[in-house]
């Protein structure tokens, strides 16, 4: 009976020997546990905006079969080839289209007869129809962007807002004597050199020039009958085109404004395409047409209801 005691208090004891280890082995990974529960998760920021880098060269510039810069590509205004936004805090030197202090770009000087004409921001909260230059230029504020097609003798330009299609022939032909007054304005190119230069006149005057010299609506300016626009395309190397453009007008400049060259940067996404188009004009005012796969059957669906009107109207 006493034997019987001796080996039930043995295993007793073993028993709280083993689980005072047990507990002492536990409670460690416990305690990692807990404190990994109680860690803050990382943060996660929207647009991956944390990660954006300068975008390198690339490469040199593809060439079309003339010899020229192929220009074709989706293009950004600033260095990570992609749409920005200025709610996340980005570094400036991704976020800028120039460097002031190694390309500094003078402002517009304007005839002081001129002002009270031909100074008038952009009434608030009106959507700027597209033209030259302002379809380029105001995407300094907009941040979208704009496609080049280059096809033998024709460059296409596309910008999503405001919407612009312009073609533009660059067989070197001059303008036509009486061309017709656009938005757009008469456009012919030729190249020189690597710098494919566009000349435009007869653009309407009812187009305002936006961040043609200060950035932003507010710095907006008419101009007169006589303006004439000069841009400048060279597309520096695969992921690099620099745009830059020079604005005559006798009746409103003292002297030609010519701005800094200013960078943009192709898409790096292969699946970048044009999403959102703002449609102007009594059938579409105020409608935004949503492009794209997943979008096709209720747009085809409103064209029906004839709420979007048909490509091409």
């Given at each position: 009976?006493?034997?019987?005691?001796?080996?039930?208090?043995?295993?007793?004891?073993?028993?709280?020997?083993?689980?005072?280890?047990?507990?002492?082995?536990?409670?460690?990974?416990?305690?990692?546990?807990?404190?990994?529960?109680?860690?803050?998760?990382?943060?996660?920021?929207?647009?991956?905006?944390?990660?954006l880098r300068i975008l390198p060269p690339g490469?040199?510039?593809?060439?079309?079969?003339?010899?020229?810069?192929?220009?074709?590509?989706?293009?950004?205004?600033?260095?990570?080839?992609?749409?920005?936004?200025?709610?996340?805090?980005?570094?400036?030197?991704?976020?800028?289209?120039?460097?002031?202090?190694?390309?500094?770009?003078?402002?517009?000087?304007?005839?002081?007869?001129?002002?009270?004409?031909?100074?008038?921001?952009?009434?608030?909260?009106?959507?700027?129809?597209?033209?030259?230059?302002?379809?380029?230029?105001?995407?300094?504020?907009?941040?979208?962007?704009?496609?080049?097609?280059?096809?033998?003798?024709?460059?296409?330009?596309?910008?999503?807002?405001?919407?612009?299609?312009?073609?533009?022939?660059?067989?070197?032909?001059?303008?036509?004597?009486?061309?017709?007054?656009?938005?757009?304005?008469?456009?012919?190119?030729?190249?020189?050199?690597?710098t494919l230069v566009v000349d435009t006149i007869?653009?309407?005057?009812?187009?305002?020039?936006?961040?043609?010299?200060?950035?932003?609506?507010?710095?907006?300016?008419?101009?007169?009958?006589?303006?004439?626009?000069?841009?400048?395309?060279?597309?520096?190397?695969?992921?690099?085109?620099?745009?830059?453009?020079?604005?005559?007008?006798?009746?409103?400049?003292?002297?030609?404004?010519?701005?800094?060259?200013?960078?943009?940067?192709?898409?790096?996404?292969?699946?970048?395409?044009?999403?959102?188009?703002?449609?102007?004009?009594?059938?579409?005012?105020?409608?935004?047409?949503?492009?794209?796969?997943?979008?096709?059957?209720?747009?085809?669906?409103?064209?029906?209801?004839?709420?979007?009107?048909?490509?091409?109207?």
């Amino acid at each position: 009976m006493a034997r019987m005691k001796r080996r039930l208090g043995y295993c007793a004891g073993s028993a709280g020997i083993v689980l005072v280890g047990l507990s002492m082995v536990c409670m460690p990974v416990f305690a990692q546990n807990s404190a990994r529960q109680g860690a803050k998760p990382p943060v996660k920021i929207a647009g991956d905006f944390d990660k954006l880098r300068i975008l390198p060269p690339g490469g040199p510039a593809p060439r079309a079969a003339d010899g020229h810069p192929d220009l074709t590509g989706r293009y950004y205004p600033n260095h990570a080839g992609r749409m920005l936004q200025v709610a996340y805090q980005i570094d400036e030197t991704i976020m800028r289209q120039f460097d002031p202090v190694k390309t500094p770009q003078e402002n517009p000087v304007f005839r002081p007869e001129a002002a009270d004409k031909y100074l008038q921001p952009a009434p608030y909260g009106s959507c700027p129809p597209g033209g030259t230059p302002t379809s380029i230029t105001m995407q300094d504020t907009q941040h979208g962007p704009m496609e080049l097609i280059q096809k033998p003798g024709v460059l296409w330009i596309l910008t999503e807002f405001p919407e612009t299609i312009r073609r533009i022939p660059t067989d070197g032909r001059p303008h036509p004597k009486d061309p017709d007054i656009t938005f757009n304005g008469d456009s012919v190119a030729h190249w020189e050199g690597d710098t494919l230069v566009v000349d435009t006149i007869a653009i309407d005057t009812r187009m305002r020039n936006y961040s043609v010299g200060k950035t932003g609506e507010a710095s907006a300016w008419l101009h007169s009958e006589k303006e004439h626009v000069i841009e400048r395309f060279s597309r520096t190397s695969k992921n690099y085109v620099t745009y830059q453009i020079t604005v005559e007008d006798p009746v409103v400049l003292v002297k030609p404004f010519t701005s800094a060259p200013h960078v943009w940067t192709l898409a790096q996404d292969s699946n970048d395409s044009l999403d959102r188009i703002h449609l102007h004009g009594e059938r579409g005012a105020g409608i935004l047409e949503e492009r794209g796969p997943k979008n096709e059957g209720r747009v085809r669906e409103e064209r029906q209801r004839k709420i979007i009107p048909p490509k091409g109207v």
